[in-house]
């Protein structure tokens, strides 16, 4: 018995070591996309992955989602090749800087890009067309009653509300944060919650936290009935999205896709806003299978 | 529910499950023969599992990035405890009887250990290792926030579209998981016990 | 560094800790009562525990994540969703250490309590817990050290802990912070098993001890 069991296990052992070896890739006919925390990084990945299937002899093959400092580190090592960001999002949480750093006269991107691809090789192809900014939302009929359009007008109700944000929101670092929006728009609010961004949703639901902070395009504002307040002091930067990149890509995949440039850039200024809004409300709340709304996509703008 | 994420996990506590029994294995007969090391072996590892499961991922993607040998890493170090302790549980209560004779039959000490003592010791040594193997399960559902993929990320998107069936299908899969693992291993156990006996 | 980071954060750090202790020993008390409650009653029902044990193992195996994602849509953001999902996860450990504690105790020394004249009660109290006190102390032990790394969750619904350093650290990829909370709340697990062990020591029949 005793060798019936040993004997299993390292028959385990063996199955499992060639199982694992088998994922080395040949890396010029291969290109690895990084799948999104949430929808919109999904939605458009695999938009990405019909066109480059379409259009060059590259496989395509998918690479489980990660934190962004995490996903920004796979690039670098080139376990994944291509995914989406944002330039404030770059700027803030990877390369460590601030918004308000960029000099004047220069766009948030261009800085960004420019510091990025000096220091970590990564840069941003070019805007899909479409912001993603922080933005502050409460329930449709809380704002209806108390006639609130505008993050200034919820300010004199502050004191009565919860609010709550994600963990980053309250770090100590950074001028996007609670502190400088609190100090910037003059809230006093009741109370704030540093919560699991995975529960934000359910939380404001469930009327545990009566304002929150989200991102403008998510799915899940319209899903939750919120109200995404306009930041009328523009407190908040704008967060422009496009393919995240090792800034050699294009020339590791010359031979094998010359035309990848091309085909990627595709997407160039094809998503507005509104758009992406009902993409991912879509996915989200609708429960549309990803590559539907993709391909239908695509379709619908003459992309395939 | 994505099958692929499934995958994914038995994946993942298959290869931890391996390292953590040839690491468990090799610290708990290190410390059997060097009573003097056995002491900080055994608070190590202790004190490994004294950190949250979190951090300690957080603290090796340092080094390893946000990769699937991150996860795998954290799982061995988090379930080492169980198999290093009854490996030397196990090889402590061989009657010594039983050595000396092996002695006198003129084995060596490597001999002994492989022929005598380790077969010995084996059954108390498979409960660590099913122990350890229902641990990584629930620990590598902390696996998707470092990358690792697996249930964790079907759980983590699931509560954050409150996606309940999805959830509840998430859940269940790694409930039956553990009571598969458990289950198949005790029946194991109970054999290698019936054996010695 | 550390001298700069303890001046930064030092006091909010204090009122993690002492919001982790909070949870950590509340939480586990409650597992306590329950689970040693739970381990006599089924300790006298062998038959029905064969069944119970088992189903309450599995309670062990649903990640916190789901259980306090789940749990606080009907409890709030509140102290108590905490403390009970945290004293469900602190209960097996215990219970199982009680309940194998009292089944192992020698029967003939039950039925020398017996031919002493002592009761169903007196027995218990004064002959099998004496003897499974190891067992059941050691239970508690792994429930605390367990429960001091499950109380991070409480974080994930903004009630602070050392949770709310590690979630930080990890969001903004912030070394300092990751390890400024997982430190503590290794010293914390174990400094409660030392204390813990000490307290076992005293407990411990004289006639019991190894030395």
């Known amino acids: 018995m005793f060798k019936k069991v040993l004997s299993g296990l390292l028959a385990l052992v063996m199955v499992i070591s060639l199982s694992a070896c088998g994922g080395s890739k040949d890396s010029n006919k291969e290109i690895t996309l990084l799948k999104g925390q949430f929808s919109e990084i999904t939605i458009i990945m695999e938009m990405a992955k019909i066109m480059i299937e379409n259009e060059t002899d590259l496989t395509v093959k998918y690479h489980d989602s990660m934190a962004t400092v995490a996903a920004s580190k796979s690039l670098i090592n080139k376990d994944v090749d291509l995914y989406v960001s944002y330039d404030g999002t770059y700027l803030a ?66 004191k009565d509300i919860v609010f709550g944000a994600e963990h980053e929101f309250f770090d100590k670092d950074g001028t996007v944060r609670m502190g400088p929006l609190n100090e910037y728009y003059g809230f006093k609010w009741k109370d704030t919650k540093s919560l699991d961004i995975g529960l934000k949703y359910s939380s404001i639901d469930s009327n545990n936290i009566g304002a929150v902070l989200v991102y403008s395009t998510d799915g899940l504002n319209k899903k939750s009935n919120l109200k995404v307040l306009e930041d009328d002091k523009k407190f908040f930067p704008e967060y422009n999205a496009g393919f995240f990149m090792r800034d050699s890509l294009f020339e590791e995949y010359k031979d094998a896709a010359p035309n990848l440039e091309e085909v990627l850039n595709k997407l160039t200024g094809k998503i507005d806003s509104e758009t992406m809004i009902e993409l991912n409300y879509q996915v989200d709340a609708e429960k549309k299978d990803v590559h539907e709304v993709a391909l239908k996509f695509l379709e619908d703008n003459g992309l395939v | 529910m994505a099958l692929q994420n499934l995958i994914e996990h038995i994946q993942l506590v298959l290869i931890s499950f391996v390292f953590t029994g040839i690491v468990g294995l090799i610290l708990g007969i290190v410390g059997y023969n060097f009573k003097k090391v056995r002491g900080i072996i055994l608070m190590i590892v202790d004190v490994l599992q004294t950190i949250p499961v979190l951090a300690l991922l957080g603290i090796i993607m340092i080094f390893f990035g946000p990769t699937f040998t991150t996860v795998v890493i954290g799982i061995v ?16 209560q061989i009657d010594p009887a039983i050595i000396e004779a092996a002695t006198g039959m003129g084995m060596g000490k490597f001999q002994r250990l492989v022929k005598v003592e380790f077969p010995l010791a084996f059954p108390v040594i498979f409960t660590g290792l099913k122990i350890a193997v ?49 289950f198949v291993m005790t029946l194991v156990e109970r054999r290698l016990d019936y054996n010695r006996k | 560094m550390i001298v700069s980071f303890l001046n930064e954060y030092g006091s909010a750090l204090i009122t993690a800790i002492l919001t982790h202790i909070k949870f950590v020993v509340i939480s586990v008390s409650v597992g306590f009562i329950i689970a040693f409650i739970l381990g006599i009653v089924l300790s006298r029902l062998p038959k029905l525990s064969s069944i119970v044990i088992p189903i309450l193992s599995v309670f062990q195996t649903i990640p916190g994540l789901v259980f306090i994602g789940v749990l606080f849509l009907y409890t709030g953001i509140q102290d108590l969703t905490v403390i009970i999902a945290l004293s469900i996860y602190a209960i097996f450990p215990i219970l199982k250490n009680t309940y194998v504690g009292l089944i192992t105790v020698d029967k003939t020394l039950i039925e020398a309590a017996r031919g002493c004249g002592m009761n169903k009660f007196q027995i218990l109290i004064r002959v099998e817990l004496p003897l499974a006190s190891a067992a059941i102390v050691s239970g508690i032990r792994m429930s605390t050290i367990y429960t001091v790394s499950w109380a991070v969750l409480a974080a994930m619904i903004g009630l602070g802990g050392l949770g709310e350093f590690i979630y930080r650290g990890i969001d903004t990829n912030d070394t300092a912070l990751i390890v400024g909370g997982a430190i503590p709340a290794a010293l914390l697990a174990l400094a409660f098993g030392f204390i813990i062990d000490k307290i076992q020591d005293k407990l411990t029949p004289r006639g019991l001890k190894r030395e």
Do not use: C, H
């Not at chain 1, 006269?105 to 000096?118: A, P, Q, V």
């Not at chain 2, 399960?137 to 926030?145: E, L, N």
């Not at chain 2, 697996?150 to 509840?168: E, H, K, M, P, W």
């Open chain 1, 93 to 158: 949480t990877i390369l460590g800087g601030d918004p308000s750093e960029a000099p004047e006269g220069e766009s948030l991107w261009d800085y960004t890009n420019k510091r990025g691809i000096d220091e970590k090789g990564l840069s941003l192809l070019n805007k899909f067309g479409f912001e993603n900014t922080y933005a502050i939302a409460v329930k449709d009929d809380y704002a209806k009653e108390n006639n609130i359009e505008t993050v200034s007008d919820l300010v004199p109700l502050s």
């Open chain 2, 77 to 92: 170090l988090y379930s080492l405890l169980p198999v290093v302790r009854n490996t030397i549980v196990g090889l402590e």
């Open chain 2, 134 to 182: 229902v641990t990584s399960i629930g620990i590598g559902v902390f696996g998707a926030v470092v990358g690792g993929g697996g249930l964790g990320s079907t759980i983590n998107t699931a509560i954050r579209i409150q996606d309940g069936s999805v959830l509840f299908q998430a859940t269940l899969a790694l409930v039956i998981m553990s009571l598969v693992f458990d």
